[in-house]
């Protein structure tokens, strides 16, 4: 593999990882009290339980996107946000950070894999690779991890000391 590549797989990897210029979700999350989860934070039509959900609804469907070959495009908003009256258990807050992390590590481990090109067109869109997807992907969880961040000062639900 050309060392380019390489250079661009880790690049890609560390977009979905949130690091370089972005927080971690990883991060984002930690630590959030769970009396907290299902409060809609001032002026925001959604909680802080409805925002993380659709961070991994969306990541799920990328993956599937880029996976499926039978792959179906999901109603927007419908499919990628839960409804506004739905409320979310510690456990199933817990299930939502999960799925979202097995869903990154499989879209990291086709990343990483020097069998894959990961500039090959998908068979049922010409132009748009697993690169592309990963791209999309990391920018969108990058916006929605510094929103969640901000809904976190909003709130005042950072952990007392935390350094800003």
């Known amino acids: 593999?050309?060392?380019?590549?390489?250079?661009?797989?880790?690049?890609?990897?560390?977009?979905?990882?949130?690091?370089?210029?972005?927080?971690?979700?990883?991060?984002?999350?930690?630590?959030?009290?769970?009396?907290?989860?299902?409060?809609?934070?001032?002026?925001?039509?959604?909680?802080?339980?409805?925002?993380?959900?659709?961070?991994?609804?969306?990541?799920?469907?990328?993956?599937?996107?880029?996976?499926?070959?039978?792959?179906?495009?999901?109603?927007?908003?419908?499919?990628?946000?839960?409804?506004?009256q739905l409320t979310a258990t510690p456990e199933e807050w817990e299930e939502t950070i999960e799925g979202f992390y097995e869903d990154r590590s499989a879209l990291r481990a086709m990343v990483a894999d020097p069998e894959r090109d990961i500039l090959e067109p998908l068979a049922r869109t010409p132009g748009h690779t697993l690169a592309r997807g990963v791209r999309i992907i990391g920018d969108h969880n990058a916006y929605h991890v510094g929103e969640f961040a901000v809904l976190r000062q909003v709130m005042g639900t950072w952990p007392a000391g935390r350094r800003e």
């Open 1 to 84: 593999m050309p060392p380019s590549d390489q250079a661009y797989r880790e690049q890609l990897i560390r977009l979905l990882d949130g690091v370089d210029a972005h927080m971690p979700f990883e991060e984002a999350v930690a630590g959030f009290p769970m009396d907290a989860i299902n409060t809609f934070p001032p002026n925001v039509p959604y909680t802080p339980w409805h925002l993380v959900e659709h961070v991994r609804l969306t990541q799920r469907d990328m993956l599937d996107y880029v996976t499926d070959p039978d792959y179906s495009t999901g109603i927007w908003p419908v499919d990628f946000w839960p409804e506004r």
